[in-house]
């Protein structure tokens, strides 16, 4: 068992508790502007996490503002590789790459799940990845984690603190009225069960408390605060 853990969250969507979550989070999941925010509050995102030395990370997703990339979207693998090349330049305009640049990509929504059964799919944001030196955020035992460890991309696993899981390890679809945990108790013994692969839990590499939920600055801190009773140090995964 690791003596550290990452805690992320998805930042960057004009939810409008960003700055206070960057000052409890180790990695940001910026969004880049396709399926919320904008360019501009992308880039304030990414530029207020390298000045509290959060580690970034380009949270791609779905072109869809109308879902905020939550659910299935046609794209042809071209448009696909086009529109995640587009959204990872805001970034990489903001902050570049290397020592307080951009670091990772995470999927985000409908892509995060095509990921882990679409090898298609998988495979552009793999290529992505690779092509900029990035490492990838993602669930284990996925189709994207195997495609990115044949191509020798470094991997993180992630581990969700407010998001219910079936009995076969995926999420919970949101289509479904229990796949978010309010409780905080709740959400916190999940995620202890997560950093520390007990309670039926496979351990991660990084919990995700996601930005747009109700409460989550308060979950974030309670998390935080609950992973460094149980000896757990908070460290980046990719910086």
Same mark, same amino acid.
Request: charged share 35%; aromatic share 4%; proline share 0%.
């Given at each position: 068992m690791q003596p550290y853990i990452d805690l992320n969250a998805d930042l960057g969507e004009g939810a409008g508790a960003?700055? $206070?979550?960057l000052q409890i989070v180790t990695s940001a999941s910026v969004c880049c502007g396709a399926y919320a925010g904008s360019a501009q509050i992308s880039t304030e995102t990414a530029l207020r996490a390298r000045e509290l030395g959060v580690c970034i990370g380009a949270h791609v997703g779905y072109p869809d503002r109308?879902?905020?990339g939550r659910a299935p979207f046609a794209m042809s693998t071209d448009q696909l590789r086009s529109?995640?090349?587009q959204q990872l330049a805001v970034l990489l305009a903001a902050v570049g790459t290397g020592q307080g640049g951009v670091s990772y990509v995470k999927p985000h929504g409908a892509l995060y799940h095509a990921c882990s059964d679409d090898p298609e799919v998988a495979a552009v944001v793999v290529a992505l $990845?690779?092509?900029h030196g990035l490492g990838l955020l993602h669930q284990r035992d996925s189709r994207i984690y195997a495609l990115a460890e044949a191509a020798g991309v470094r991997r $993180?696993?992630?581990g969700f603190a407010d998001r219910r899981y079936r009995t076969d390890g995926r999420l919970v679809p949101r289509t479904e009225s229990h796949a978010t945990i309010a409780l905080e108790e709740e959400a916190l013994a999940q995620a202890v069960g997560l950093a520390l692969g007990v309670g039926g839990f496979q351990g991660v590499d990084s919990l995700c408390v996601h930005g747009d939920h109700a409460g989550a600055l308060e979950l974030a801190s309670a998390v935080?605060?609950?992973l460094e009773l149980e000896g757990l140090?908070?460290?980046a995964q990719f910086c």
């Open positions: 960003d700055d $206070a979550l109308t879902n905020f529109s995640l090349e $990845a690779e092509s $993180a696993s992630e935080r605060a609950r140090q908070l460290r």
